[in-house]
């Protein structure tokens, strides 16, 4: 099983378009969404419904009135201004679960509990199994929320035989991108041809040299500047990347997705035709 993910710079440059589309050129293959802070490729897969599971990521402090002596000890040691007085109660949010406090509580008033951090379910979906986590709001360690959905995604490619896991992961360079890199074998940039766009690419591509990993361009909306579109494909030959082409600026895109598609479900486009000659050029560097 080839195990590709697909990262951009920011969010909104069409790293889950190309991500869906990828997911119906490969079916049966089991999509994954490791972007779980923003979790929306569910949308144009349809997975069916199931049981989703917990999520734990982290824990809280509490505090017990009952046994507090309100001697503010946890007021002055708490890093995060977690804790408020009269009454000492800890703000759940703010709290980092550090456990500082509950060892400095003489008291012993002070407890720290696992809290749900997310959901995340395995089911089938119209080109094989799709994997989704939801984070809660306000909730964090979404890098350790992304290494337990990519394990599932594994072992259900594996239990079906799946030929690929294509994985959509998160925008930017944070923790997240950090666990959904562990295995793959290779990373699609998707890039749009902005200064600000080949900045971010820059960055994702220092971190896959980093980590010696096989790395592709996608220029999304290339014929907006047909400059920038050359710099990203000089800068991408430079890192030894793989091009793997352009897609056009496309009106057809929006209503695609409007209608809960991938790319090329309801016929062929220019932008379609681009990704699906993309996922070709890849299909056969990765039997290389
Ligand atoms: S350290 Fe313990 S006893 Fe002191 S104020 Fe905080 S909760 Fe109450
Ligand atoms: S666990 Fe850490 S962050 Fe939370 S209230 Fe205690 S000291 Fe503050």
Redesign the pocket.
């Given at each position: 099983m080839k195990q590709v993910l697909i990262l951009s710079g920011k969010g909104g440059t069409g790293k889950t378009t190309v991500a869906g589309t990828f997911a119906r050129l490969a079916a049966p293959c089991v999509a994954a969404d490791c972007d779980v802070d923003a979790a929306d490729l569910h949308i144009i897969l349809s997975p069916e419904a199931a049981p989703r599971n917990d999520y734990f990521g982290g824990k809280k402090a509490d505090?017990d009135p009952e046994?507090?002596?309100?001697?503010?000890?946890?007021?002055e040691v708490c890093r995060f201004d977690a804790?408020t007085?009269g009454p000492?109660k800890i703000n759940q949010t703010a709290c980092e679960g550090c456990g500082v406090?509950v060892w400095?509580?003489?008291?012993g008033?002070?407890t720290s509990k696992e809290v749900l951090s997310g959901t995340w379910a395995v089911s089938p979906c119209r080109f094989g199994t799709f994997a989704g986590a939801r984070l809660e709001p306000a909730e964090e360690n979404s890098g350790k929320l992304v290494a337990l959905l990519k394990g599932e995604a594994v072992k259900a490619a594996e239990s079906s035989g799946a030929k690929y896991l294509i994985l959509d992961g998160s925008p930017g360079i944070g923790c997240p991108v950090l666990a959904a890199l562990g295995g793959v074998d290779a990373v699609v940039l998707v890039a749009e041809p902005t200064v600000s766009g080949r900045h971010d690419f820059m960055r994702l591509a220092e971190l896959l040299k980093q980590q010696k990993l096989k790395g592709f361009l996608l220029v999304n909306k290339w014929d907006l500047n047909e400059e920038e579109t050359a710099a990203l494909e000089a800068a991408a030959a430079n890192f030894g990347f793989g091009l793997l082409g352009r897609m056009p600026f496309d009106t057809g895109v929006i209503k695609t997705l409007l209608a809960r598609k991938t790319l090329g479900e309801d016929g062929a486009a220019p932008a379609a035709d681009a990704v699906e000659k993309a996922w070709r050029t890849l299909e056969k560097a990765l039997e290389n």
């Open positions: 505090i046994k507090c002596t309100s001697c503010g000890r946890c007021l804790v007085a000492f406090c400095n509580c003489r008291a008033a002070i």
